[in-house]
Every structure is written in C-alpha cells, then in structure tokens.
C-alpha cells in the first residue's frame, strides 16, 4: 500500500487540492519559496484518510480528518464546514509570501500569469478564483495560463509536478473500475501504479509520458545526433584519407604495370623474332630433308636397274657365263648405289634429330612467347582498367602468392637460356644443312660418272647378239600374258569362295537363331531342313572353288616354270643378246640424270 507522510496546510481545496506531501523536488518550495523547512501540522486525531472520500464529500460529512479545508469566504456557505485555520508559524505561506491583493501579485511557476482575477477575500495571496466560480461552486475550476508561455503539449508541463485534485466518482468505466489508484513519486518503489482491469489499459500518467519524451529528446537524442555529427566527420575523414590512398596506390601499379609490360613487350620482341629465324630454319631444314628423301627415292632407279642388270645377266648359258667388263662395271655401280644408300639413311638419321631438336626448340620459343603474350595482354588489360571499366569484379581468390611463381631474375634468366638454346641449335641445322648440300652434289657426280662407263661398254657388248633378238620377245611376252591370265583367275577364285564364306554365315546365323526358341517352339521343321542343306550345299560348292583355285595355282607354277625354261633357251639360244639388249640396255635407259640424283624434281 502507498505510503501517506503527515499533511499540511496549503492552497484552498478548490483550487490546489493536495493529497501527498509535496516531493522535495515540489515545484512550490523550489520556485516559490527557497527551499523551506517546512514543519508540517500533524493531524493526531485522524492520520488515515478515507481514499474513496472526496474532500467535499468530507465537509458536508463532518469529516475531521487528512488535510483540513481552508476557512474561506469562496467557498459556498453551504458546502463547506467550520474548522480551524492553519496554526501560525514562521514557515506558513502568509509569512513567505507578501500579503497584496490577488490581481497585483506578481506570481510564478504554475501560477504565472493567471486568467482573469477576480476580488476575493481568501487570506491566501495568488489565490484567486475565475470569476465564473460562483456560477457552479460545486464543481473545481482549473487555473487560467496564458497558451504562448507554455511548452509544446508533449514536454512536461508547469502543472505536472503538482498533484491533481480531480475527483470522479467509481462507476462502471473510469480509471479506478476495480478500485482507486493515485498518481505519485513513489508508484514505481511502492506497487500503485494503475491496474488493468476489462475497460482499459493505464499505466502511466500525461506527466510522465511528457517527462519520458523530454529525457528522450534531450538525453538520448542529443547523444546520438553528437555521436552521429562525430561519426560522420571520422567518417567523411576516412573517406577522403582512404579514396587519397587508393589513388596513389592505383597511380602507383599502373605505374608498374606499364613499366612491366615494356620488358614483356621487349622480350616478346626477340622471341618472335628468334621463332621466325627458327621457323626460316625449319623451314630449310625440311627442304633440305625432303632433298634427301627425293634423291634417296631416285637413288632405289640406280639401284634396281644395277640388280637387275646383274640378276638378268645371271640367266645367260653355262658357256656365257663369264666375267666381262659389263659384268665388272655393274657390280661397281652396284656397291657405289649400297654406299651412297648408307650415307643417305645417316644423313636422314641426323636431319631427323636436327628436326627434331629445331622443333623442340621452337615451340619452346612459341611456348615462351604464347606466356608472354598473354601475359602482355593481362598487364595491357590490367593496366587500362579504370573505375568504370564493365569487367570489374569481387575476385578473393587472386589475393594470394602462389607457390609455382617464379622471381624477376629467373624469368630473364629463362628467357635467355631458351634464346640462346635456340640460337645453338640454328647454327647446328645450318652447318648440317651445308654438309647435306655436298654429299648430295658428289653422290650424283659419281653415280652418273659410273653410268656412264656401263652404257659404253654394254653396248658393244649387243652388237654380237643381234639375231636372237625378235623371237625371244614374242616367246616372252606371250608366257608373260599366260601368267597374267592365269593371276587373274586366281584373283577371281579367291573372291568367289570369300562370297562363299558369306553365304555360309548367313545360312549358320539363321541356323543360330532358330536354336534360340524355348521350349516346343524349337521344331525341326522343313526350314530347319532346308538350312542344314544348305550349309551342305555351300560347303560342296566351296570345295569344288578350292579345287579350282588349286589347279590354277598349279597351272600358274607351270607356266612360271616354262617361262624359266624359256628364258635358259633364249640365253643359250641367242647369246645372251636379249639380256644385254632388251633388258640391261632397256632398262638403264631410265637411270636418273645427276640434277635427279642431287634431290631436285
């Protein structure tokens, strides 16, 4: 329950009624009076007021007790009930303050500038009523302030501080529906703040809901705007100080950039240069290679027409089987052809390594050039870039060293290390390139040198074998014919017993599938009959096809065999000219010229 200190004598009842004691931050006493102290008339007959009572429901009842009611000619004779007046001491009101009449005294506080005064005769000073007071003496009228000298509506007021006399009677909707409850200073320590009963919700009173809007303009809103005003100045501070920063340092690696883009750029230079020295060097090299293969596939002529030449003249008679010059000539032409042959397939062995190591050493350049370049157009690109540029973007990831970068030092030193690799295996290639240009110079000067001496001696060796000339041609083109006939034949056999093949597939598949029927369904019908003749049938034919083709093989051996037979007796019939004649002369007609022999078309 609230706690009611000793009351005492203050403003008429019907102007000011008090129900606590004044708080010692009382308005009155702080403005008013200088902080008195205040001795307060005890009331010892009656110390427990009636809460429930109204003071003029008090007076009419004869009531003794709480504050007693001024004797005051303003209120209706009626009404009000006899009591004595406050005792006289030095710290009542009449003594503090100047006895002047209502509509003269300067007053402050809650009672400054006051409406309309009227005469009364309350020994009171600012004690004056409105003049409709006599109209309804009954009812409480409030104190008339001048609007302009008042704060806004939802600061404190000058009447909050001074309790409220406002007397209502319970009835089924007001703030006290399940029972009375007074504002006051100790509602928060004491429990009597208002309850919440089924009509409404009232917990705080005006007065405090306009102190709590002045703490929180002047306490809390102060802070933040002084810490807002703090915060924005750091604020504009640090961005000026950071946007400072970031340009320097922007300034400062497109500074770099550009100076690493130059030396990317000046190396990129010599790479690309060194690869078209390279790639020109390729380029003669595989001329060159192909040279040698030409001359090395030119070479076989020689060659086959010396084998030949040698092997033809081994099918001469017992008696012509001699060693003449032709014969001696040829066997050198021959080992020349094998010694060049072999120094053609080392030289191409080395050309091919050279290659090899030109390549190697190119897309090593190309290699090094493709990083380059890109990272050229990385720096080109990076070092462009503006604050407005479109392909900006959040990248964490790139913030990082990696651990296969290489330093500044090591990245010149590869560079070059692979220019003079380079270098080195260019001037390899062009010092095999001049080796390669000799070697097929004298190989075709002395296998066209040695040609020569065979075609001077071979022909005097024909002049004495003329006569068997025309009926050793028309005998061995017409052997000749019958093999070519015969291989044909043999072409054609084996191509109808591959048919064969085929046909038996077909029939063994069908065979295959009609064996994958379940149950009854797998009937040994009339085309299961018919399949299994079938592949009888096709294996007979195939039979009778392998007996043909063997016949035709042997036919073919046959005719093989006479043309032998046949050739021994031209040899020993016409002396050996058709070899020396038709055959060695014939066929060194073909021998390659030395430009051929050299490697050019």
Same mark, same amino acid.
């Given at each position: 329950?609230?706690?009611?200190p000793?009351r005492?004598?203050?403003?008429?009842?019907?102007?000011?009624h008090?129900?606590?004691?004044?708080?010692?931050?009382?308005?009155?006493?702080?403005?008013?009076?200088?902080?008195?102290?205040?001795?307060?008339?005890?009331?010892?007959?009656?110390?427990?007021?009636?809460?429930?009572?109204?003071?003029?429901?008090?007076?009419?009842?004869?009531?003794?007790?709480?504050?007693?009611?001024?004797?005051?000619?303003?209120v209706?004779?009626?009404?009000s009930?006899?009591?004595e007046?406050?005792?006289?001491?030095?710290?009542?009101?009449?003594?503090?303050?100047?006895?002047?009449?209502?509509?003269?005294v300067?007053?402050?506080?809650?009672?400054?500038k006051?409406?309309?005064?009227?005469? @009364?005769?309350? =020994?009171? *000073?600012?004690a004056?009523? %409105?003049? !409709?007071?006599? #109209?309804?003496? /009954?009812?409480?009228q $409030?104190?008339?302030?001048?609007?302009?000298?008042?704060?806004? @509506?939802?600061? =404190?007021? *000058?009447?909050?501080?001074? %309790?409220? !006399?406002?007397? #209502?009677?319970? /009835?089924?909707i007001? $703030?006290w529906?399940?029972?009375?409850?007074?504002?006051?200073?100790?509602?928060?320590?004491t429990?009597?703040?208002?309850v919440?009963?089924?009509?409404?919700?009232?917990?705080?009173?005006?007065?405090?809901?306009?102190?709590?809007?002045?703490?929180?303009?002047?306490?809390?809103g102060?802070?933040?705007?002084?810490?807002?005003n703090?915060?924005?100045?750091?604020?504009?501070?640090?961005?000026?100080?950071?946007?400072?920063?970031?340009t320097?340092?922007?300034?400062?690696?497109?500074?770099?950039?550009?100076q690493?883009?130059?030396?990317?750029?000046?190396?990129?230079?010599?790479?690309?240069?060194?690869i078209?020295?390279a790639?020109?060097?390729?380029?003669?090299i595989?001329?060159?290679?192909?040279?040698?293969?030409?001359?090395?596939a030119?070479?076989?002529l020689?060659?086959?027409?010396a084998?030949?030449?040698?092997?033809?003249?081994?099918?001469?008679?017992?008696s012509?089987?001699?060693?003449?010059?032709v014969?001696?000539?040829l066997?050198?032409?021959?080992?020349?052809?094998d010694?060049?042959?072999?120094?053609?397939i080392q030289?191409?062995?080395?050309?091919?390594?050279q290659?090899?190591?030109?390549?190697?050493?190119?897309?090593?350049?190309?290699?090094?050039?493709?990083?380059?370049?890109?990272?050229?157009?990385?720096?080109?690109?990076?070092?462009?870039?503006?604050?407005?540029?479109?392909?900006?973007?959040?990248?964490?990831?790139s913030?990082?060293?990696?651990?296969?970068?290489?330093?500044?030092?090591?990245?010149?030193?590869?560079?070059?290390?692979?220019?003079?690799?380079?270098?080195?295996?260019?001037?390899?290639?062009?010092?095999l390139?001049?080796?390669?240009?000799?070697?097929?110079m004298?190989?075709?000067?002395?296998?066209r040198?040695?040609?020569?001496?065979?075609?001077?001696?071979?022909?005097k060796?024909?002049?004495?074998?003329?006569?068997?000339?025309?009926?050793?041609?028309?005998?061995?083109?017409?052997?000749?014919?019958?093999?070519?006939?015969v291989?044909?034949?043999?072409?054609?056999?084996?191509a109808?017993?591959?048919?064969?093949d085929?046909?038996?597939?077909?029939?063994?598949?069908?065979?295959?599938?009609?064996?994958?029927?379940?149950?009854?369904?797998?009937?040994?019908?009339?085309?299961?009959?018919?399949?299994?003749?079938?592949?009888?049938?096709?294996?007979e034919q195939?039979?009778?096809?392998?007996?043909?083709?063997?016949?035709?093989?042997?036919?073919?051996?046959?005719?093989?065999?006479g043309?032998?037979?046949?050739?021994?007796?031209?040899?020993?019939?016409?002396?050996?000219?058709?070899?020396?004649?038709?055959?060695?002369?014939?066929?060194?007609?073909?021998?390659p010229?030395?430009?051929?022999?050299?490697?050019?078309?």
């Open positions: 329950m609230a706690e009611y000793p005492s004598c203050g403003l008429c009842p019907h102007l000011a008090f129900e606590k004691a004044a708080d010692p931050k009382h308005y009155i006493p702080e403005h008013t009076v200088p902080k008195p102290d205040m001795e307060y008339q005890l009331n010892y007959v009656n110390m427990n007021p009636q809460l429930g009572t109204t003071a003029l429901q008090q007076q009419q009842q004869g009531y003794t007790g709480g504050v007693p009611p001024c004797n005051d000619p303003c209706p004779p009626d009404v009930s006899p009591s007046p406050c005792p006289d001491t030095p710290y009542s009101l009449e003594h503090a303050i100047p006895q002047t009449p209502c509509d003269k300067k007053t402050k506080g809650i009672l400054k006051t409406a309309e005064k009227i005469e @009364c005769e309350c =020994p009171l *000073p600012m004056s009523v %409105p003049k !409709n007071v006599y #109209e309804d003496r /009954g009812t409480e $409030p104190w008339a302030v001048n609007l302009n000298d008042r704060p806004p @509506c939802y600061l =404190p007021q *000058p009447e909050d501080k001074i %309790p409220s !006399n406002k007397e #209502e009677g319970m /009835g089924p007001g $703030p529906a399940t029972g009375r409850v007074d504002w006051g200073p100790l509602k928060g320590l429990g009597t703040r208002p919440v009963d089924r009509y409404s919700i009232a917990r705080y009173s005006e007065g405090e809901w306009r102190q709590h809007n002045k703490d929180i303009l002047e306490g809390k102060e802070r933040a705007v002084h810490r807002n703090l915060i924005e100045w750091n604020s504009r501070q640090c961005m000026a100080q950071t946007q400072s920063d970031a320097k340092n922007q300034e400062d690696s497109t500074r770099r950039l550009q690493r883009e130059k030396e990317v750029h000046r190396w990129k230079c010599e790479l690309e240069r060194a078209a020295a790639s020109e060097e390729i380029t003669f595989e001329e060159q290679r192909r040279r040698l293969k030409q001359a090395a030119v070479l076989q020689p060659e086959s027409i084998g030949e030449c040698l092997e033809r003249r081994t099918g001469r008679l017992d012509e089987l001699v060693r003449d010059e014969e001696v000539e066997l050198k032409e021959r080992a020349l052809c010694e060049i042959r072999q120094q053609f030289t191409l062995k080395d050309i091919e390594l290659l090899i190591e030109d390549k190697t050493a190119k897309q090593r350049l190309e290699s090094d050039w493709s990083d380059k370049k890109q990272a050229f157009e990385l720096d080109s690109t990076g070092r462009g870039l503006t604050l407005r540029s479109s392909i900006l973007m959040f990248k964490p990831g913030v990082i060293f990696p651990g296969d970068q290489s330093t500044p030092e090591y990245w010149e030193h590869f560079t070059k290390e692979t220019l003079q690799m380079s270098e080195a295996t260019r001037q390899r290639s062009v010092t390139r001049g080796t390669l240009d000799s070697i097929l004298n190989a075709s000067r002395d296998l040198s040695q040609a020569d001496k065979v075609e001077l001696i071979l022909s060796r024909i002049k004495c074998l003329i006569e068997v000339t025309d009926r050793l041609e028309a005998e061995l083109k017409k052997t000749l014919q019958k093999l070519a006939d291989e044909n034949l043999i072409d054609d056999l084996q109808a017993i591959r048919r064969m085929l046909c038996l597939k077909k029939a063994q598949t069908r065979l295959d599938f009609r064996l994958q029927r379940q149950r009854v369904e797998n009937c040994r019908d009339e085309c299961h009959f018919g399949l299994i003749e079938e592949v009888k049938m096709i294996g195939t039979a009778a096809l392998a007996a043909q083709l063997k016949q035709a093989e042997d036919s073919q051996a046959e005719l093989i065999t043309r032998n037979e046949l050739e021994n007796e031209i040899m020993r019939k016409r002396k050996s000219l058709e070899i020396d004649r038709f055959r060695i002369q014939q066929f060194r007609s073909y021998y010229s030395a430009t051929a022999l050299s490697g050019y078309a």
